[in-house]
């Protein structure tokens, strides 16, 4: 008999009394509710000011229980969910027909993924039901890869923050649809599209402006700091247009020497893209609270997990 902690033991008595836990996973934390609760999964869209056109992430113990989820597993998805599960990638298949249409919005298509946390997986492990759990955020907003980010945000309005420390991964899940059995990128995230392709060979990205609403995930200004954020490939001449500003600076790897730069946080000092990923929301939640008039943003290499976080960066930006 395993010993279950008393947070989780919480979270158990929460979630099954259709209340909202925010749970850690290896990417962002997210906001949980019973996928059968009409009550807790109405709570997560109003807590999160989500529109209910925007549906929802099914978490699940392991992949075993997976057809429970889906009608339908197209060759290539299953060879997927051998790859990478328990880990950063969802993917979106022809639901079961017992999948509430409030999870999906309607479409007759779910997401689902097995996120890789120790704590998330022991909890759906010991719960009869599956979590849907969007990222614990207000809509639009950055999401939190920290206890205290979920806290800041939701304070009084949600039962427990289970800590499991900072998200390991820190930006979003690849989401992964099927067209005509043919795998096709939603969403870029924390699984490099390089690591698929070395499974499944080449895959297409969907076109953003296919998409929305969709997927509000790809939407052109999302994961977006308060502050207004700039994207620049040249720190120094973006810098310019900026004096007298109050200017923070969001850089990949080199610190930039300028007199003007009241804060500087570095992604990654040794240039390596997962841990760049890692620091990512963390750095924009760190410069949106020091009373800045403008972000600027370094872009990344453009490959790898660097598509990813330009992809977040862009979207943060006002002026794209
Ligand atoms: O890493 C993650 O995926 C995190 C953690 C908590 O698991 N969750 C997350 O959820 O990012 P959320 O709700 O913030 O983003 C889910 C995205 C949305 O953009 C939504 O539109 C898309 O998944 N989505 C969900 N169901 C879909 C479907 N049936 N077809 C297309 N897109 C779907
Ligand atoms: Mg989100």
């Known amino acids: 008999m395993s010993i279950i902690s008393k947070d989780i033991q919480k979270a158990i008595a929460l979630l099954s009394a ?35 056109f925007n549906p929802l992430i099914v978490h699940i113990p392991s992949t075993d229980t997976l057809d429970d989820i889906v009608s339908y597993v197209p060759e290539k998805a ?24 409030i999870i999906t919005a309607g479409k007759d298509t779910v997401a689902v993924r097995v996120p890789k946390h120790p704590l998330t997986l022991e909890l759906l492990k010991q719960l009869p039901f599956p979590l849907a759990a969007p ?52 969403r870029l995230g924390a699984l490099a599209i390089e690591d698929i392709e070395a ?11 296919e998409i929305s609403p969709d997927a509000p995930g790809m939407l052109e200004r999302h994961y977006a700091p308060s502050t207004k954020t700039f994207l620049t490939n040249n720190i120094s001449q973006e810098l310019k247009k900026h004096l007298g500003k109050r200017i923070g600076v969001l850089v990949f790897k080199s610190a930039i020497k300028d007199s003007n730069i009241i804060s500087q946080i570095i992604l990654s000092k040794k240039g390596d893209l997962q841990e760049a990923a890692s620091h990512l929301y963390n750095a924009m939640h760190d410069l949106d609270h020091q009373n800045l008039d403008v972000i600027i943003a370094e872009k990344c290499p453009d490959f790898g997990l660097g598509k990813s976080i330009n ?4 979207r943060a930006t006002f002026s794209s």
């Not at 290896?26 to 609760?37: C, D, K, P, Q, R």
């Not at 599960?85 to 249409?101: N, Q, R, Y």
């Open 311 to 314: 992809d977040r960066l862009q």
């Open 135 to 186: 990222s614990a955020n207000p809509f639009g907003s950055i999401s939190p890869t920290k206890p205290e980010h979920v806290e800041r945000y939701f304070k009084d309005a949600i039962g427990q923050v289970l800590d499991g420390g900072p998200c390991s991964n820190g930006i979003e899940s690849t989401i992964i649809g099927f067209e005509n059995d043919e795998p096709i990128i939603y």
């Open 18 to 52: 259709d209340k909202l836990v925010a749970i850690p996973t290896e990417t962002v934390y997210g906001l949980a509710g019973n996928i059968y609760s009409e009550k807790a999964i109405k709570s997560i869209f109003e807590t999160k000011k989500r529109p209910f």
């Open 78 to 101: 299953r060879l997927l969910a051998e790859a990478f599960w328990p880990g950063s990638m969802t993917l979106v298949l022809e639901k079961h027909a017992t999948i509430p249409d």
């Open 199 to 209: 499974v499944i060979g080449k895959v297409a990205i969907k076109n953003k402006k």
